[in-house]
């Protein structure tokens, strides 16, 4: 009975060791540390970061105007553009996810920070309405735009970035009133598949041809 006794008393202090080693494991863990949140977005700093000149290089207003309302052609209009896109993009230039020679190097100076501060700027400016220039294109530009082309299907531009071109914040881009120009060229490159940092455009701009191409981009450039 004595010898039983002893073996009870020995399991028991065996279990009350490993419970108690267990608790010193699991104290001594370290605390896993929560992500930490982006810093709330300042416009101020993105303007002086927008509008100033980096050594050897160009400012952003530059090449898109201070307001973000770039009257070059071959430049996109920034401003009233959804922030959350804009800092993808940049994003996207400075991992190489989009190719561009001319921003990757831009990019690339910017730090997260940077970036952010910079969508918010020029996100938070007003856009300078665009118009529509080829009367002879017009009416299939808005029959893309609106209805796409169902015997190809081909989806309705709107359907994304909505009727007037304000498009949908953090999914799609705002176009209403951008450059023709511009727009051209991004269609050409998704559908060259030249840029790669949207699978859903570069499926849609493989359907279409140049005259179609320049037709809604023409149309996107009126909508306001």
């Given at each position: 009975?004595?010898?039983?006794?002893?073996?009870?008393?020995?399991?028991?202090?065996?279990?009350?060791?490993?419970?108690s080693?267990a608790a010193?494991?699991?104290?001594?863990?370290?605390?896993?540390?929560?992500?930490?949140?982006?810093?709330?977005?300042?416009?101020?700093?993105g303007?002086?970061?927008?509008?100033?000149?980096?050594?050897?290089?160009q400012?952003?207003?530059?090449?898109h105007?201070?307001?973000?309302?770039?009257?070059?052609?071959?430049?996109?209009?920034?401003?009233?553009?959804?922030?959350e896109y804009?800092?993808?993009?940049?994003?996207?230039?400075?991992?190489?996810?989009r190719?561009?020679?001319?921003?990757?190097?831009?990019?690339?100076?910017?730090?997260?920070?940077?970036?952010?501060?910079?969508?918010?700027?020029?996100g938070?400016?007003?856009?300078?309405?665009?118009?529509?220039?080829?009367?002879?294109?017009?009416?299939?530009?808005?029959?893309?735009?609106r209805?796409?082309?169902?015997?190809?299907?081909?989806?309705?531009?709107?359907?994304?970035?909505?009727p007037?071109g304000?498009?949908?914040?953090?999914?799609?881009?705002?176009?209403?009133?951008?450059?023709?120009?511009?727009?051209?060229?991004?269609l050409v490159?998704?559908r060259?598949?030249?840029r790669?940092?949207?699978?859903p455009?570069?499926?849609?701009?493989?359907k279409?041809?140049d005259?179609?191409?320049?037709?809604?981009a023409?149309?996107?450039?009126?909508?306001?």
């Open positions: 009975m004595k010898l039983f006794a002893n073996i009870l008393l020995a399991a028991l202090m065996g279990v009350a060791a490993s419970a080693f010193d494991e699991h104290a001594a863990a370290p605390a896993v540390a929560a992500p930490a949140k982006p810093a709330k977005p300042d416009p101020a700093k303007d002086t970061v927008f509008n100033a000149t980096p050594a050897n290089s400012s952003c207003a530059s090449c105007n201070a307001d973000g309302n770039s009257a070059i052609a071959a430049n996109p209009k920034l401003a009233q553009q959804h922030p804009i800092l993808k993009q940049l994003q996207d230039f400075k991992s190489g996810k190719k561009s020679a001319i921003m990757k190097p831009l990019a690339a100076a910017l730090s997260e920070e940077d970036m952010r501060n910079i969508a918010w700027f020029v938070s400016k007003k856009v300078k309405p665009g118009f529509s220039k080829d009367k002879d294109t017009i009416a299939l530009g808005e029959k893309i735009y209805g796409g082309i169902g015997d190809r299907q081909i989806p309705a531009c709107a359907g994304c970035h909505s007037n304000a498009g949908m914040p953090a999914q799609y881009p705002r176009l209403g009133g951008q450059n023709a120009e511009y727009t051209v060229a991004q490159a998704f060259d598949n030249v790669l940092n949207s699978a455009m570069n499926g849609v701009a493989a279409l041809n005259r179609e191409i320049k037709a809604v023409d149309y996107i450039a009126g909508l306001r």
